[in-house]
């Protein structure tokens, strides 16, 4: 099995920077890439990050330059650097098991998400 939580979502300017968190726990999660994906307010989820097998990542357009995945293999947390936000940004942000499906990056195993929201 395979536990996600994502954490450290708050209220920023315009411009700023935000880090989220995403714990990792379960006897199966490192079989799994993880990934970030957010779901606006009255929006469809859009997915965000991917780590993939040549271990490069793939990020979608809207957040490519602007937020990077790191990770610290020894507490088993993946992070989302976000910086440059925008109002746009605003949404629930989560950390998911992810993988490629036919053109498109699905998530499955997400736990709680956080609220990440930005202001004009």
């Known amino acids: 099995d395979v536990h996600l939580q994502a954490s450290g979502g708050g209220l920023v300017q315009a411009g700023g920077s935000l880090r989220l968190s995403c714990a990792a726990s379960?006897?199966?999660?490192?079989?799994?890439?993880i990934g970030w994906f957010r779901h606006p307010p009255g929006k469809y989820r859009e997915g965000l990050s991917c780590?993939?097998?040549?271990?490069?990542?793939y990020y979608a357009d809207s957040v490519k330059g602007r937020f990077t995945t790191s990770s610290d293999n020894a507490k088993n947390i993946i992070y989302l650097q976000m910086n440059s936000l925008r109002p746009e940004d605003t949404a629930v942000y989560y950390c998911?098991?992810?993988?490629?499906?036919?053109?498109?990056?699905?998530?499955?195993?997400w736990g709680q998400g956080t609220l990440v929201t930005v202001s004009s």
């Open positions: 780590p993939l097998i040549d271990g490069s990542t």
């Open positions: 998911g098991a992810c993988r490629l499906d036919g053109s498109s990056y699905e998530y499955d195993h």
């Open positions: 379960g006897s199966t999660f490192g079989h799994y890439a």
